[in-house]
Every structure is written in structure tokens, then in C-alpha cells.
């Protein structure tokens, strides 16, 4: 069996990016979401544990300190990262692996795990990205404008990703993230054991 | 209207190339076929404009002067080339265009065309290879043995390419050379713009 990938998925605040991954994972199989470790507080829904590892700031230090952490970063005051048991133990056993981080964990990501895929889930417009944040209600229009303010900035350095993929139809977005997945797997890096293979046995 | 991409294919004698681009010509629109021009004589079956451009070494040569081929390269005694204002048109009509041809060939267009996407189809083992050449039955057996002994030199700088496709199943490997082409157009590169655009709208 071979290992999986690694997926990594950024996107505008309000691109609908966690919309997006549940979809996947209820969608099809052989994928894994990773899990973050957050001290930000739960949202009204969120569970332990499946949404985040809700942590304090003191344990989210000793997590770095024990090097825990494949990349972490801070965002709006609090910190995000990503455990890296969960991510090693589910490439091993072959499933290609879902990170949701913002591009600047990404980037770091990216030079520990040269092989990740790096996707920036984009809606069509500024419009569409607008009435998202303010249709989800889970905010005041205070944080939803600083928000927005920030969004432009969200996306610095979206130029060494590898797709943007857009979110207009969730269904349509959906299908292309698992499509790209299954034809990255076609990669001459990941097949080359194939043509070996056959040029061994031409030329024995 | 975007312009289309350019599909380089290429892969091990037998491997089925031939009979996959039909299939992807046959199965979906927004496709065209480079066709090739040639030195090597007409197998039965062949017509002039479609299978190839059949030419003679003294017209090759005067196309090869008049800079009308993006690429030729000779193989096995006969010239090889890509007439160059077939793909332009074609690109600039949005149409995605396939070539297919052999890889040194494709690294000289590669570097014409740096964002041609370069796929090798191979069979799934040496075996089905051997068998499959046999079974076409336009060849001799000494020609067929001269082409398995040929076969582990063809892939010979396949390192290069973008992705390797497996024909196992020619249904299976045909809409998975239609979904790369259509995930490829998800590439950062082509869709910069949207970013862009929404970042522009956000900041005035």
C-alpha cells in the first residue's frame, strides 16, 4: 500500500472551506481531516476534538515545546496547529490527509512535506464572499467587516499554491477537490516504480 | 474566452496511445488532435490529414525551413513533426489540444510551451505490452521484437513528464486523462485572475 497524500486546503474567510471538507469526508472514502489544536473557544456547535483540540495557551506551548506540531501560527489574536501524530499515522496507513490552514501555516507545511498538494478554495466574487459571511450569522457585522478587511490579505502569497479551486456550486467544488486528489495520485514522482518495473523486464 | 492548454502524450509502443486519443476525441468536446507530419509510409487504414500529414524527406525538409513545425525528431528512420499553426489555431479558439508524440519530442515542445502538460500512458506491466503488440497484428514478429527491445529506451527521460497514466482498462484511462486536463485548468497559474479581481474589490 502506498502512503498517502498530503492535502492541503486555504481559502477566504467565508468561502465556505469547512462546508467543503465535511462534504469530502461524507462524500467519499480513504480520506482523513486533520484535527487542530486551537486556543481560540469552541463556537456555538463545535465539539472537542472533531471541530478542534481546544487548548490553553500553556498546553498549546508545551505542544510546541515537545515539537507536536508539524506548523503552527497565530490568527486573530489566538494560535492554530496541526498535531502531527494524526497526520503521519493516516499517511502510513494510506489515506490522503485534509489540512485546513491559512496559507502562511501552509507554506510552512509545504517545506516539511514537499510532496502536500496546496488547494485555495476561492468563491466566484467579492459578492458571493460578502453575503456568505453575513448569511452564516455566527458573527456580528463588526467582526464579519474586519473580516472582509482582512481578506485580501488572506490570500498573500497564494501564488505557490498548486490549484484554486472555486466554490460557487458546493457540489461541482466537492468533486473537483476529490478529482484533483485522485489525478495527483497519477504523478510521475508517485509512478515511476512502474515504468522501472517494465524497463527491468524489457531489458532482462 | 481562455486559450487552451497543450496535452503532450506519449508512452511505450503498445501501450495503447493511439487508441486512447480516439477515445478522447470520440468522448469529449472541447478537445482537438495535433495530427503529424511524416516521412514513414502510410500503415493500412491510415488517411492523409487525419492519421498524419504523410510527407516526403524533400517536403519535411522544406517544412523544417519555413520554421512550421514546433518539434520533429526522427525515430526508427523517418521524420516526425508537429505542424505549428494547426495547435496556435486551436489554442486560440479555447480548444485543448493533444499531441501525441515521443518524449524527446515533447521536452522540445515543453520548453516552446512551458505550460504543456506532459502525460506518459503506459500498460500496467511488461507482459500486457508484449501481448498487446502481438495482437495488432500489423507487424512482423522481427519488428515487434524490435520494438520491445526499443521499448525501455522510449521511456528514457519520462522524469520530465507531469503525470503517468495507466492503461489497464481503456475506458478507465480515458476519463482519467480528460479529468487531469480539466483539473490542470484549476492550476494557480490560470486562475490568478479571480484572486485578483476579489482582492481589488475588497481593498476599494
Known sequence: MSRGKLIVVSGFSGAGKGTVMKEIMNSYDNYALSVSATTRSPRPGEVEGISYFFKTDDEFRQMIEKDELIEYAGYVGHYYGTPKQFVEKNLDEGKDVFLEIEIQGALKVKEKYPDAVLMFITPPDAKTLRERLVNRGTE????????????????????????????????????????????????????????NSIRNDLTK
Do not use: F, P, W
Open 140 to 195: 456580528s457585522m463588526d467582526v464579519i467587516e474586519k473580516r472582509l478587511a482582512r481578506a485580501a490579505e488572506e490570500a498573500n502569497g497564494v501564488e505557490a499554491y498548486d490549484y484554486i479551486v472555486i466554490n460557487d456550486n458546493l457540489q461541482e467544488c466537492v468533486e473537483m477537490v476529490d478529482r484533483i486528489v485522485k489525478c495527483e495520485h497519477n504523478r510521475t514522482s508517485e509512478r515511476m516504480s512502474i515504468i
